[in-house]
């Protein structure tokens, strides 16, 4: 099946500055990755996605790339603030159409130290 | 809509005994999921339903898991004799089938329901 890894498992950035996590995949087949945003007590949240035919995609200060050749995608977030404080989450999916079982990191604790 | 929607957030109980779960999914979606998240971990893939058909069933659901989504809308996830290595917190996520288009099939998350076995 497939397995997601995911980099650094803590990362602490001062505010303003920019935040790389990056995931690695084993699965060929997979063509939809997802990123989730976890706060204390809440369930993941979904912040950005992308699919296998597209290289990179960005919402204002969110990004992520995908490299299908070394099965690899990365978020990059820019101009940290505060909230961006939390546990973030990738994770792969197989599925054509669906994506019924999504295969997650282990996630990433973002600290944003204003 | 609110979401989906999990209830309890919180369940202690002691080991053995039986222990019930509801999720309310967004009333369009027609897929629902469950997961579930140890401390430190990702969420794991459970099992999923398309309507009221239960479609796939992840190894990790033991025999003293099941689960149900009688009318294809509300889902219950039921543990019996519940051990140790169960707490964990079970969520719950929706998502609307469709073959293409920006929001296609993307899962939205419960709060969880959190489960802790004394």
């Known amino acids: 099946g497939e397995n997601v890894e995911q980099h650094p498992s803590t990362l602490s950035v001062q505010e303003g500055d920019s935040a790389v996590i990056k995931c690695t995949y084993s699965?060929?087949?997979?063509?939809?990755f997802p990123w989730y945003k976890q706060e204390l007590g809440k369930g993941p949240q979904l912040i950005i996605d992308?699919?296998?035919?597209?290289g990179e995609k960005k919402d204002q200060r969110i990004a992520v790339t995908l490299n299908k050749t070394a099965k690899h995608f990365s978020l990059h977030i820019t101009e940290t603030q505060p909230e961006d404080s939390a546990v973030y989450f990738c994770a792969a999916s197989p599925a054509n159409f669906g994506n019924e079982k999504l295969t997650f990191g282990t996630g990433t604790r973002l600290t944003i130290i204003p | 809509d609110t979401g989906v929607s999990q209830d309890p957030r919180h369940k202690i109980t002691k080991r053995g005994q039986n222990v019930t779960f509801r999720c309310d999914p967004i009333s369009e979606h027609n897929r629902l999921y469950w997961y579930r998240q140890t401390l430190g971990q990702g969420p794991e893939f459970l099992t999923y339903f398309q309507n009221e058909a239960q479609l796939e069933k992840s190894r990790l659901l033991s025999d003293r898991f099941s689960a149900e989504r009688p009318k294809g809308s509300f889902s219950t996830l039921e543990i019996q004799r519940t051990e140790q290595g169960d707490s964990a917190m079970y969520l719950c996520a929706s998502s609307l089938e469709l073959l293409w288009g920006p929001g296609a099939n993307v899962l939205t998350f419960g709060a969880g329901s959190r489960l802790t076995v004394l």
């Open positions: 699965d060929s087949a997979s063509n939809y």
């Open positions: 992308i699919r296998s035919n597209v």
